[in-house]
């Protein structure tokens, strides 16, 4: 049995656009958001929170992890609109062998907002 890929939600980023921290923080709405969007889909890729993804000046921001695959961490993204667009990413980068998903097929929205990419483990 292997293990779905992650999509990791930091729940404690305030949004880069933002003045202040706000309660909830930008990221809990927007893993709240994405949880309630892909309740009733069979996903390729689990959701998860993270306390922090140290990306403070970039957030809101997540990261994408899988066995054998690269990492990435995305910033900058809007919890309002980007909702859908994280899905696509999501489940393209899932249904990759290496994690890598070219930067034509990524969703418009999300194709400048790559943080880092990091190197897969085994």
């Given at each position: 049995m292997t293990t779905k890929p992650r999509l990791h939600i930091c729940t404690t980023c305030t949004a880069s656009s933002a003045d202040a921290?706000?309660?909830?923080r930008h990221g809990e709405v927007l893993f709240d958001k994405m949880v309630e969007?892909?309740?009733d889909q069979d996903l390729p890729f689990d959701i998860k929170p993270a306390q922090c993804?140290?990306?403070c000046k970039s957030g809101c921001s997540v990261a994408?992890?899988?066995s054998g695959r690269w990492g990435y961490v995305y910033?900058?993204?809007?919890?309002?609109?980007?909702?859908t667009d994280l899905c696509?990413?999501?489940?393209?980068?899932?249904?990759?062998?290496?994690?890598?998903?070219?930067?034509r097929?990524?969703?418009e929205s999300l194709r400048r907002n790559v943080i880092a990419?990091?190197?897969a483990l085994d």
């Open positions: 921290a706000t309660d909830p969007t892909c309740a993804l140290t990306n994408l992890s899988g910033g900058n993204l809007d919890p309002e609109t980007m909702i696509d990413l999501a489940a393209r980068y899932a249904n990759t062998t290496d994690g890598i998903v070219a930067w097929e990524r969703p990419r990091i190197p």
